[in-house]
Protein backbone atom coordinates (compact mmCIF):
# COMPACT_ATOMS: atom_id res chain seq x y z
CA UNK A 1 0.00 0.00 0.00
CA UNK A 2 1.14 3.29 -0.85
CA UNK A 3 0.27 6.89 0.86
CA UNK A 4 0.28 9.38 -2.21
CA UNK A 5 -1.26 13.35 -2.54
CA UNK A 6 -4.04 13.98 -3.72
CA UNK A 7 -2.70 16.05 -6.18
CA UNK A 8 -1.75 13.20 -8.05
CA UNK A 9 -4.99 12.14 -9.27
CA UNK A 10 -7.82 14.15 -11.18
CA UNK A 11 -11.35 15.34 -8.76
CA UNK A 12 -13.11 12.55 -11.10
CA UNK A 13 -10.97 9.31 -9.90
CA UNK A 14 -11.35 11.10 -6.29
CA UNK A 15 -15.03 11.08 -6.75
CA UNK A 16 -15.35 7.63 -7.84
CA UNK A 17 -13.32 6.38 -4.96
CA UNK A 18 -15.78 8.99 -2.53
CA UNK A 19 -18.99 7.62 -4.20
CA UNK A 20 -18.26 4.07 -3.52
CA UNK A 21 -16.84 4.57 0.62
CA UNK A 22 -19.81 6.17 1.05
CA UNK A 23 -22.23 4.09 -1.25
CA UNK A 24 -23.14 2.42 1.95
CA UNK A 25 -23.42 5.44 4.50
CA UNK A 26 -26.36 6.94 6.19
CA UNK A 27 -27.11 10.13 4.58
CA UNK A 28 -26.94 10.12 0.49
CA UNK A 29 -23.96 10.96 -0.46
CA UNK A 30 -23.28 9.76 -3.88
CA UNK A 31 -22.79 13.44 -5.67
CA UNK A 32 -21.95 14.56 -9.31
CA UNK A 33 -18.92 15.96 -10.15
CA UNK A 34 -20.04 19.50 -9.94
CA UNK A 35 -21.22 19.64 -6.94
CA UNK A 36 -18.21 17.67 -5.56
CA UNK A 37 -15.97 20.25 -7.14
CA UNK A 38 -18.34 23.32 -6.03
CA UNK A 39 -17.99 21.74 -2.16
CA UNK A 40 -14.66 21.69 -2.32
CA UNK A 41 -14.13 25.01 -3.75
CA UNK A 42 -16.10 26.26 -0.45
CA UNK A 43 -14.97 23.96 1.99
CA UNK A 44 -11.37 25.40 0.79
CA UNK A 45 -9.32 21.91 -0.46
CA UNK A 46 -5.88 21.96 -0.58
CA UNK A 47 -5.43 18.24 -2.72
CA UNK A 48 -1.56 18.53 -1.58
CA UNK A 49 -2.21 18.23 2.20
CA UNK A 50 -4.58 15.57 1.59
CA UNK A 51 -3.61 11.76 1.10
CA UNK A 52 -5.32 8.40 -1.00
CA UNK A 53 -3.87 4.82 -0.15
CA UNK A 54 -3.66 3.46 -3.30
CA UNK A 55 -3.14 -0.56 -3.64
CA UNK A 56 -1.32 -1.41 -7.15
CA UNK A 57 -2.74 1.54 -9.33
CA UNK A 58 -5.92 2.20 -7.56
CA UNK A 59 -6.92 4.71 -5.32
CA UNK A 60 -8.72 2.75 -2.38
CA UNK A 61 -8.78 5.50 0.46
CA UNK A 62 -8.88 8.89 0.97
CA UNK A 63 -8.83 11.61 3.50
CA UNK A 64 -9.84 14.83 2.04
CA UNK A 65 -8.43 18.22 3.83
CA UNK A 66 -9.21 21.71 3.56
CA UNK A 67 -7.00 24.34 5.22
CA UNK A 68 -7.69 27.73 6.78
CA UNK A 69 -7.37 29.93 9.58
CA UNK A 70 -10.27 29.23 12.27
CA UNK A 71 -10.85 31.17 15.03
CA UNK A 72 -7.54 32.38 15.25
CA UNK A 73 -5.19 28.80 14.38
CA UNK A 74 -4.78 27.41 11.29
CA UNK A 75 -6.21 24.76 10.93
CA UNK A 76 -6.86 21.43 8.83
CA UNK A 77 -10.13 20.66 8.21
CA UNK A 78 -11.30 16.80 7.29
CA UNK A 79 -13.36 17.18 4.57
CA UNK A 80 -14.35 13.23 4.19
CA UNK A 81 -12.74 10.15 5.20
CA UNK A 82 -13.64 7.14 2.99
CA UNK A 83 -11.97 3.52 2.57
CA UNK A 84 -14.17 1.28 -0.16
CA UNK A 85 -16.12 -1.32 1.28
CA UNK A 86 -13.67 -4.26 0.30
CA UNK A 87 -10.62 -2.26 2.42
CA UNK A 88 -12.67 -1.67 5.35
CA UNK A 89 -11.18 -2.45 8.86
CA UNK A 90 -7.74 -3.68 7.66
CA UNK A 91 -5.92 0.07 9.48
CA UNK A 92 -6.35 1.71 5.89
CA UNK A 93 -7.75 4.86 7.75
CA UNK A 94 -6.05 4.97 10.92
CA UNK A 95 -2.73 4.62 8.07
CA UNK A 96 -4.11 7.70 6.05
CA UNK A 97 -3.97 9.70 9.43
CA UNK A 98 -0.43 8.25 10.55
CA UNK A 99 0.99 9.00 7.02
CA UNK A 100 -1.15 12.96 7.23
CA UNK A 101 0.08 14.31 10.53
CA UNK A 102 3.54 15.02 9.80
CA UNK A 103 2.54 16.64 6.27
CA UNK A 104 0.29 18.93 8.39
CA UNK A 105 2.54 19.65 11.41
CA UNK A 106 5.16 20.85 8.51
CA UNK A 107 2.94 23.29 7.33
CA UNK A 108 2.52 24.82 11.02
CA UNK A 109 -1.05 23.91 11.01
CA UNK A 110 -2.32 23.99 14.62
CA UNK A 111 -5.39 21.85 14.67
CA UNK A 112 -7.50 19.43 13.12
CA UNK A 113 -11.31 19.85 12.67
CA UNK A 114 -13.43 17.23 11.58
CA UNK A 115 -17.62 16.65 11.86
CA UNK A 116 -18.88 13.41 11.79
CA UNK A 117 -22.29 11.62 12.07
CA UNK A 118 -23.40 11.17 15.76
CA UNK A 119 -23.98 7.32 14.49
CA UNK A 120 -21.06 6.36 12.20
CA UNK A 121 -19.45 4.43 15.17
CA UNK A 122 -16.71 3.26 12.39
CA UNK A 123 -15.64 7.04 11.97
CA UNK A 124 -16.22 8.27 15.16
CA UNK A 125 -14.00 5.29 16.38
CA UNK A 126 -11.58 5.90 14.41
CA UNK A 127 -10.97 9.57 15.58
CA UNK A 128 -11.47 9.20 19.13
CA UNK A 129 -8.45 6.11 18.44
CA UNK A 130 -6.61 9.23 17.02
CA UNK A 131 -6.80 11.43 19.97
CA UNK A 132 -10.29 13.84 18.28
CA UNK A 133 -12.01 15.75 21.11
CA UNK A 134 -15.83 16.11 21.12
CA UNK A 135 -16.15 19.83 20.91
CA UNK A 136 -19.71 20.60 19.78
CA UNK A 137 -22.86 18.64 18.90
CA UNK A 138 -25.03 19.60 15.65
CA UNK A 139 -28.54 19.37 14.66
CA UNK A 140 -29.01 18.88 10.83
CA UNK A 141 -32.59 19.76 9.69
CA UNK A 142 -34.71 19.30 6.50
CA UNK A 143 -37.99 20.58 5.65
CA UNK A 144 -40.73 19.77 3.17
CA UNK A 145 -41.84 22.93 1.43
CA UNK A 146 -44.96 22.44 1.07
CA UNK A 147 -45.42 21.85 5.32
CA UNK A 148 -43.98 25.28 5.67
CA UNK A 149 -46.15 27.23 3.54
CA UNK A 150 -48.83 25.22 5.39
CA UNK A 151 -47.75 26.56 8.91
CA UNK A 152 -47.41 29.86 7.40
CA UNK A 153 -51.23 30.02 6.28
CA UNK A 154 -51.94 28.55 9.85
CA UNK A 155 -50.41 31.22 12.00
CA UNK A 156 -51.52 34.18 11.24
CA UNK A 157 -49.46 36.06 14.45
CA UNK A 158 -46.10 34.68 12.24
CA UNK A 159 -46.69 38.81 11.08
CA UNK A 160 -43.21 40.42 10.69
CA UNK A 161 -43.54 43.42 13.85
CA UNK A 162 -44.53 47.13 12.64
CA UNK A 163 -41.46 48.79 11.64
CA UNK A 164 -38.88 46.11 9.98
CA UNK A 165 -38.30 45.03 6.88
CA UNK A 166 -36.66 42.45 4.66
CA UNK A 167 -34.65 42.64 1.30
CA UNK A 168 -31.82 41.86 -0.66
CA UNK A 169 -28.77 43.00 0.24
CA UNK A 170 -25.39 42.52 -1.70
CA UNK A 171 -22.91 42.04 0.52
CA UNK A 172 -22.22 42.13 4.65
CA UNK A 173 -20.38 43.66 6.84
CA UNK A 174 -19.12 40.71 8.07
CA UNK A 175 -17.39 42.38 11.48
CA UNK A 176 -20.71 43.74 11.77
CA UNK A 177 -22.73 40.59 11.71
CA UNK A 178 -20.82 38.37 13.58
CA UNK A 179 -21.55 40.50 16.77
CA UNK A 180 -25.14 39.01 15.71
CA UNK A 181 -23.88 35.01 16.48
CA UNK A 182 -24.28 33.45 19.49
CA UNK A 183 -22.05 30.93 18.05
CA UNK A 184 -19.46 30.46 15.81
CA UNK A 185 -21.13 28.47 12.56
CA UNK A 186 -19.64 25.33 11.65
CA UNK A 187 -16.18 25.16 8.78
CA UNK A 188 -18.91 24.77 5.74
CA UNK A 189 -21.41 27.49 6.96
CA UNK A 190 -18.74 30.03 8.00
CA UNK A 191 -17.98 33.35 6.43
CA UNK A 192 -14.73 31.83 4.79
CA UNK A 193 -16.18 28.97 3.19
CA UNK A 194 -19.22 31.65 2.13
CA UNK A 195 -15.93 33.95 0.56
CA UNK A 196 -14.55 31.43 -1.25
CA UNK A 197 -18.15 31.12 -3.52
CA UNK A 198 -19.51 34.11 -2.65
CA UNK A 199 -21.51 34.40 -5.95
CA UNK A 200 -23.55 31.02 -4.86
CA UNK A 201 -25.40 32.81 -2.43
CA UNK A 202 -28.19 35.16 -1.69
CA UNK A 203 -28.21 37.27 1.13
CA UNK A 204 -31.42 39.01 2.81
CA UNK A 205 -31.07 41.97 5.49
CA UNK A 206 -33.83 43.38 7.98
CA UNK A 207 -34.12 46.48 8.89
CA UNK A 208 -35.42 48.49 11.38
CA UNK A 209 -35.68 52.10 9.31
CA UNK A 210 -32.82 51.91 7.43
CA UNK A 211 -30.84 50.18 10.38
CA UNK A 212 -29.70 46.44 9.54
CA UNK A 213 -30.46 44.11 12.60
CA UNK A 214 -30.56 40.89 11.11
CA UNK A 215 -29.38 38.69 8.21
CA UNK A 216 -29.73 35.32 6.40
CA UNK A 217 -27.87 33.61 3.69
CA UNK A 218 -28.87 30.67 1.96
CA UNK A 219 -28.18 28.83 -1.42
CA UNK A 220 -30.84 29.16 -3.99
CA UNK A 221 -31.14 25.03 -3.98
CA UNK A 222 -32.70 25.24 -0.59
CA UNK A 223 -29.56 25.43 1.98
CA UNK A 224 -29.88 28.06 5.24
CA UNK A 225 -26.20 28.53 5.27
CA UNK A 226 -26.50 31.38 7.98
CA UNK A 227 -29.20 33.03 10.12
CA UNK A 228 -28.67 35.62 13.35
CA UNK A 229 -31.03 38.56 14.66
CA UNK A 230 -29.52 41.10 16.80
CA UNK A 231 -30.11 40.43 20.00
CA UNK A 232 -32.72 43.67 21.18
CA UNK A 233 -34.36 42.77 18.15
CA UNK A 234 -35.06 39.09 18.69
CA UNK A 235 -38.52 38.05 18.97
CA UNK A 236 -40.25 39.83 16.20
CA UNK A 237 -40.67 37.19 13.77
CA UNK A 238 -37.44 38.16 11.87
CA UNK A 239 -36.39 34.48 11.02
CA UNK A 240 -39.66 33.38 10.12
CA UNK A 241 -39.81 36.21 7.66
CA UNK A 242 -36.74 35.38 6.35
CA UNK A 243 -37.94 31.54 5.67
CA UNK A 244 -40.75 33.15 3.99
CA UNK A 245 -38.99 35.31 1.55
CA UNK A 246 -36.78 32.35 0.81
CA UNK A 247 -39.54 30.07 -0.50
CA UNK A 248 -41.22 33.50 -2.50
CA UNK A 249 -37.56 34.06 -4.31
CA UNK A 250 -37.36 30.37 -5.00
CA UNK A 251 -40.84 28.86 -5.36
CA UNK A 252 -39.34 25.59 -7.70
CA UNK A 253 -37.65 24.27 -4.32
CA UNK A 254 -39.13 21.38 -2.52
CA UNK A 255 -37.03 20.95 0.50
CA UNK A 256 -35.07 23.24 2.14
CA UNK A 257 -32.44 22.45 4.74
CA UNK A 258 -29.85 23.56 7.37
CA UNK A 259 -27.08 21.73 9.02
CA UNK A 260 -24.94 21.77 11.84
CA UNK A 261 -27.15 24.14 13.75
CA UNK A 262 -25.57 24.11 17.61
CA UNK A 263 -27.88 21.52 19.81
CA UNK A 264 -27.59 24.64 22.85
CA UNK A 265 -29.06 27.02 20.07
CA UNK A 266 -32.82 26.17 21.46
CA UNK A 267 -34.15 29.45 20.14
CA UNK A 268 -33.14 28.93 16.68
CA UNK A 269 -34.13 24.83 16.63
CA UNK A 270 -37.75 26.07 18.12
CA UNK A 271 -37.73 28.51 15.56
CA UNK A 272 -37.56 25.54 12.82
CA UNK A 273 -39.52 22.70 14.54
CA UNK A 274 -42.08 25.52 14.59
CA UNK A 275 -42.49 25.72 10.88
CA UNK A 276 -42.01 22.46 10.06
CA UNK A 277 -38.37 21.60 10.26
CA UNK A 278 -37.12 18.41 11.14
CA UNK A 279 -34.10 16.51 12.28
CA UNK A 280 -32.22 14.33 9.70
CA UNK A 281 -29.10 13.94 11.42
CA UNK A 282 -27.01 14.62 14.51
CA UNK A 283 -22.97 15.12 14.36
CA UNK A 284 -20.10 15.94 16.60
CA UNK A 285 -17.76 18.94 15.87
CA UNK A 286 -14.11 17.14 17.09
CA UNK A 287 -10.56 18.44 17.29
CA UNK A 288 -7.27 17.23 17.44
CA UNK A 289 -4.76 19.89 19.08
CA UNK A 290 -1.45 18.85 16.97
C1 LIG B 1 -14.72 5.27 8.70
C2 LIG B 1 -13.80 4.49 7.75
C3 LIG B 1 -13.05 5.50 6.90
C4 LIG B 1 -12.80 3.67 8.59
O1 LIG B 1 -11.80 3.16 7.72
P1 LIG B 1 -11.05 1.77 7.99
O2 LIG B 1 -9.88 1.72 7.11
O3 LIG B 1 -12.02 0.64 7.92
O4 LIG B 1 -10.60 1.98 9.53
P2 LIG B 1 -9.37 1.23 10.26
O5 LIG B 1 -9.31 -0.18 9.81
O6 LIG B 1 -8.15 2.03 10.09
O7 LIG B 1 -9.83 1.29 11.77
C5 LIG B 1 -9.27 2.19 12.68
C6 LIG B 1 -10.17 2.27 13.91
O8 LIG B 1 -11.46 2.74 13.51
C7 LIG B 1 -12.47 2.06 14.27
N1 LIG B 1 -13.34 1.28 13.37
C8 LIG B 1 -13.16 1.05 12.07
N2 LIG B 1 -14.17 0.31 11.58
C9 LIG B 1 -15.02 0.06 12.59
C10 LIG B 1 -16.26 -0.61 12.69
N3 LIG B 1 -16.84 -1.20 11.64
N4 LIG B 1 -16.87 -0.63 13.91
C11 LIG B 1 -16.32 -0.04 14.97
N5 LIG B 1 -15.12 0.63 14.94
C12 LIG B 1 -14.49 0.67 13.75
C13 LIG B 1 -11.75 1.19 15.27
O9 LIG B 1 -11.50 1.96 16.42
C14 LIG B 1 -10.45 0.93 14.54
O10 LIG B 1 -9.39 0.65 15.43
P3 LIG B 1 -9.17 -0.90 15.92
O11 LIG B 1 -9.04 -1.69 14.65
O12 LIG B 1 -7.90 -0.82 16.72
O13 LIG B 1 -10.35 -1.28 16.70
C15 LIG B 1 -14.61 3.52 6.87
O14 LIG B 1 -15.45 2.71 7.69
C16 LIG B 1 -15.46 4.18 5.81
O15 LIG B 1 -14.99 4.51 4.72
N6 LIG B 1 -16.76 4.41 6.10
C17 LIG B 1 -17.67 5.06 5.15
C18 LIG B 1 -17.34 6.53 4.97
C19 LIG B 1 -17.44 7.29 6.28
O16 LIG B 1 -18.31 7.05 7.09
N7 LIG B 1 -16.54 8.27 6.49
C20 LIG B 1 -16.51 9.09 7.69
C21 LIG B 1 -17.33 10.29 7.61
S1 LIG B 1 -16.57 11.58 6.71
Redesign the pocket.
Known sequence: MKFIELSRFSESEILDVHNE??S??EVPMEIPIDSFKYLNLRRGVRYDLSLGAVDGENLV?FILNAVDNWEGKLTAY?C?????PN?????????IFTHLLPLLKAENIEQYL?E??QT????Y??Y??RDFQITRAFDCLLADVKEVKSKFQDKEESNLTKGYNIRDITNLNWNKVKKYWDYSPSWQNSDLSIQRVPNSFHYLGAFLKDKLVGYMVYEPSGGITQIAVELNHRNQNIGTEFIKNLIEKVPEIEKLNIINIDKRDTALLNLFSKIGFKSFTTQYEMILKM
Open positions: AFDYGDGTGVIYRQKGLGNQLVINIAANLKK
